[in-house]
């Protein structure tokens, strides 16, 4: 067996005897821990080197086994079954939890583990235990960390530093799903409260403490939730009384020139679960390739993004960056770390590329396929109304755009656009920006030539600019600037319209007219000319079907004034769901929405987010999490729980998880 350099300061902390004595203060019980000999709770693993060609990471390679349970089991610990595997029996306390319709357990319940095994707990972990701090608390007086400037920089940077928030253990973007309890504030005395931010956080660096924690949640019936960065639309990596597994910090990105694996046979990397898309463009600039990744600077790349399907500038010509997955290593909700590829855990394979995230276990890195460089022509552009452009001439030049969503989109384009109104009958078209890959600045004027004509003619000046880049990094870079996130005044929800409302042109006027009254009656839309079908084909996975006809992935939004009561938000995201969208649901029958960029309350979730792959979804989710471990609003399985005290019209996740 090999070990890893790195791996080799972490053992001798393993057998190592701590001379303390952990007191719980509530019930005045002790541990001696001079007893506990394992801490933290793993032993060095090396990699079956049949199941993969890449090494397991060091962090990887730190796993809880069988042994060290065998070792804490002899030392006799206090509750220290509540970290063993699933051994086959758990999964008849599964079903019995699922019949007498049982909830998930809270602090403050009488079986909520005490203090005592948290500290057990956090021992076992190596230290990595977090008690939730909201990011905001700063702002209060309540939370005894009161710091004026220290919310000063939280406030000011709420909104426009998605890093912020990444790096926080807990902060999810959207917050209006953590039930808006402690937002940055200029009254101290206000009250901030947890909400649906977790009670208990984890800084993951190994492989062990996620094992630790899915068989500690699974045998103690806590709520767990996975959090990445927290970009999620749903705010999915939050949950009131849950523990979190924060996978940020596992950052690891090793590069193989030439990966074999099946069919394959070219360059790949591995990159570990919390690699955010800077990071790895970055990695691809400086090896000389390309990585399809999504446009977010921040969004991290192995969790929610490739789980949910993933679409990228490079869509149209690479399709769904799920498609390039070559395999994932992943703790399963039995606790037990795997492979799934190609040839193990098929299934699991499957269902993790598009099947959604926080639902069949916890990926801990992801082996994707890259391709050689290649050059990138950018342009952008921007029209509005004004005294020569009338509102007709306006959507007229939308409409040369639109009517180009085929044609641009075979020939591997991707644009991302946003119609807004600016006042009345006034509005505003921007192009930020149309992503040509492959193409010259000359081939992209002759595919832009059409359409701008067309808008000369009808008076519109809307002169682009054209940026030429040899490779995908510096393109991406200057174009996509950081979004913004953190809004407690919006509610978004999206549609993939099928290309075919393109191909006939009474669906593609009726399509083009819903559109346009959405934007009319003052909701924002962003929109993405995008295909996920490429010519070269793609692998069989769980990405939803509508992804695969699509030329439009369009989002809206409603927002309501600052500091609206709860019956006001509520009503608007009734309004968004079941007038606004139904009009879009109307024109696409049958079609679906992408579940990463999504209404948490799209109705018929299953067949929008999952289409014809949700039965197998879901019989999948029964075999690999009978216990019910991992939960997501609108994960595979969901329909089986619901959140409790919740208003109607606005779901959060701050409130008591319980099977239905
Ligand atoms: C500003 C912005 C830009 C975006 N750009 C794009 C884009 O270009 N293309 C695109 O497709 N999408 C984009 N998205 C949507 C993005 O794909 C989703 O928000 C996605 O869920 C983010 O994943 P995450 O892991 O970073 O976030 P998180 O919110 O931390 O996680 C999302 C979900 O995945 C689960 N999860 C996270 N890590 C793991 C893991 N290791 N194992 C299992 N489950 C896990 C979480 O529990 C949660 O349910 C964007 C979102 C924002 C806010
Ligand atoms: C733990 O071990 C140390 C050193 O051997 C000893 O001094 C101490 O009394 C022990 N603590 C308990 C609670 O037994
Ligand atoms: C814990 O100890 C304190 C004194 O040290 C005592 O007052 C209290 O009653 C004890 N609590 C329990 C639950 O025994
Ligand atoms: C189990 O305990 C024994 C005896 O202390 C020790 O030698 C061994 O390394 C331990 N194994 C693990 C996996 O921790
Ligand atoms: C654990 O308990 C068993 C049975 O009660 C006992 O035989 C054994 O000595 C105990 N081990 C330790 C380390 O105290
Ligand atoms: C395995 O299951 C049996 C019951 O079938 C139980 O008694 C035992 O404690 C379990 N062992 C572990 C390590 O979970
Ligand atoms: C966000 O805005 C604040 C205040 O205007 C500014 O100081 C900060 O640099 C900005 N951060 C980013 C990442 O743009
Ligand atoms: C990029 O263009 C070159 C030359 O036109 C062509 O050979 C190559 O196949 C193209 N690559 C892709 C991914 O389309
Ligand atoms: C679509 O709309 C255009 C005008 O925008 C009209 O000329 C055409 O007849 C319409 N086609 C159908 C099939 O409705």
């Known amino acids: 067996m090999r070990f890893p350099v790195a791996l080799l300061a972490v053992l001798p902390l393993v057998g190592l005897v701590l001379g303390q ?177 977790p009670s208990y956080a984890i800084e993951v660096r190994s492989v062990y403490q996620i094992q630790l924690a899915i068989n500690f949640a699974r045998n103690a019936n806590l709520r767990l939730v996975v959090k990445n960065t927290g970009h999620d639309f749903n705010g999915k990596s939050a949950g009131a009384g849950a523990l979190s597994l924060w996978t940020h910090n596992l950052k690891d990105i090793q590069f193989f020139r030439n990966y074999r694996s099946g069919t394959y046979n070219g360059p790949a990397f591995k990159l570990g679960a919390g690699v955010q898309a800077f990071e790895m463009y970055e990695a691809a600039e400086k090896q000389g390739v390309t990585a399809v990744g999504g446009e977010g600077k921040s969004v991290g790349v192995m969790g929610g993004y490739l789980a949910g399907g993933g679409h990228s500038p490079l869509s149209s010509i690479y399709g769904m960056a799920a498609d390039h997955v070559l395999s994932m290593e992943v703790v399963t909700p039995d606790g037990r770390f795997v492979t799934a590829s190609d040839s193990y855990n098929k299934d699991l394979f499957w269902a993790l590329r598009g099947g959604g995230g926080s639902t069949f276990g ?104 054209y940026f030429e880049y040899t490779s995908f990094k510096p393109a991406w870079e200057n174009h996509f600037p950081l979004e913004s996130v953190g809004s407690a005044t919006l509610k978004t929800a999206s549609r993939l319209f099928p290309k075919a409302n393109w191909l006939d042109a009474a669906k593609s006027n009726a399509t083009f007219s819903v559109l346009r009254q959405t934007v009319e009656s003052g909701v924002v839309m962003l929109g993405f000319n995008i295909a996920a079908a490429p010519t070269a084909g793609f692998p069989d996975n769980a990405v939803n079907p509508a992804w695969r006809n699509t030329v439009l992935h369009a989002i809206c939004g409603v927002i309501w004034p600052e500091g609206s009561s709860p019956d006001v938000i509520a009503a608007q995201s009734k309004r968004l769901t079941n007038d606004v969208m139904q009009k879009w649901r109307d024109v696409s029958p049958g079609a679906g929405a992408y579940m990463s960029e999504a209404d948490i309350m799209e109705p018929n979730f299953q067949q929008a987010f999952y289409g014809t792959k949700y039965d197998k979804l879901y019989q999948l989710k029964q075999r690999y999490d009978p216990f019910g471990v991992f939960y997501a609003p609108t994960a595979v399985g969901s329909e089986d729980w619901t959140v409790r005290d919740q208003i109607d019209g606005w779901p959060t996740q701050n409130g008591r998880l319980c099977r239905l």
């Open 21 to 197: 004595t952990i007191t719980d203060g509530q019930n005045n019980a002790t541990l001696d821990a001079n007893e506990t000999t394992v801490a933290p709770a793993a032993q060095p693993v090396s990699k079956d080197s049949s199941a993969a060609p890449a090494d397991l990471f060091t962090s990887e390679a730190a796993q809880l086994t069988d042994n060290v349970i065998a070792n804490l089991t002899a030392l006799n610990l206090t509750s220290i079954d509540l970290f063993s595997f699933d051994n086959g029996s758990s999964s008849t306390d599964g079903a019995s939890k699922r019949d007498s319709g049982s909830c998930k357990s809270m602090p403050g319940d009488v079986l909520y583990p005490p203090n005592l095994v948290w500290k057990v707990f956090n021992l076992l972990l190596g230290g990595a235990l977090i008690q939730t701090t909201p990011l905001a608390s700063p702002c209060y007086t309540n939370w005894n960390n009161y710091d004026a400037g220290k919310c000063s920089y939280i406030s000011a940077n709420w909104a426009n530093n998605s890093f912020m928030h990444a790096d926080d253990p807990t902060s999810v973007m959207w917050p209006l799903y953590q039930g808006l309890t402690c937002m940055p504030t200029t009254t101290p005395s206000d009250s901030c409260r947890l909400g649906a931010y």
């Open 362 to 465: 916890v990926v801990t890195s992801v082996v994707l396929k890259v391709y050689p460089k290649m050059p990138v022509t950018i342009a952008t552009w921007q029209f509005t109304t004004s005294p020569t452009v009338s509102a007709e001439a306006f959507w007229s030049g939308v409409r040369a755009y639109y009517d180009e969503f085929v044609r641009f989109t075979d020939k591997g384009t991707y644009s991302y656009f946003q119609l807004v109104g600016i006042g009345p009958g006034a509005f505003l078209f921007a192009m930020a920006p149309f992503v040509a890959p492959n193409m010259s600045k000359q081939d992209l004027e002759a595919l832009l030539k059409p359409m701008f004509d067309k808008l000369s003619a009808l008076g519109i000046a809307a002169t682009p600019q």
